[in-house]
């Protein structure tokens, strides 16, 4: 399995960017697919999951200001990202796994996001 993470880039505080993930396979064999982050200096953390049902789970430090969601017929997972600031600057992975809620088996390679003030 190949998940294919796009969409980084460089921007100011404030503005948007929309991550993709493309999976070489069919995602609807994924329960539960996901966004992780991860800065200079610390951990791999949480951003979002949604589950095939739909549900959603989000990190506090994103809630109201990133949307997960995923385009089954397409084999891709989003992640919108509004008014971004600078903590938000990370390498951010997109991840799957068959266990709704479970530990992520499959990770992407990352895509930068870097956020000037």
């Known amino acids: 399995v190949q998940l294919q993470a796009s969409g980084g880039g460089l921007v100011q505080a404030g503005e948007s960017l929309r991550l993709s993930c493309a999976a070489s396979r069919n995602i609807l064999s994924f329960n539960t697919m996901g966004w992780y982050r991860q800065a200079p200096g610390k951990e791999r953390e949480l951003v979002a999951r949604?589950?095939?049902?739909?549900?959603?789970d989000y990190a506090d430090s994103v809630k109201g200001r990133f949307t997960i969601s995923r385009d089954n017929a397409k084999n891709t997972v989003y992640l919108q990202m509004n008014s971004l600031k600078p903590e938000d600057t990370a390498v951010y992975y997109c991840a799957a796994t068959a266990i709704s809620w479970g530990q992520m088996k499959y990770w992407g390679q990352g895509t930068l996001v870097t956020v000037s003030s």
């Open positions: 949604i589950l095939s049902s739909g549900n959603t």
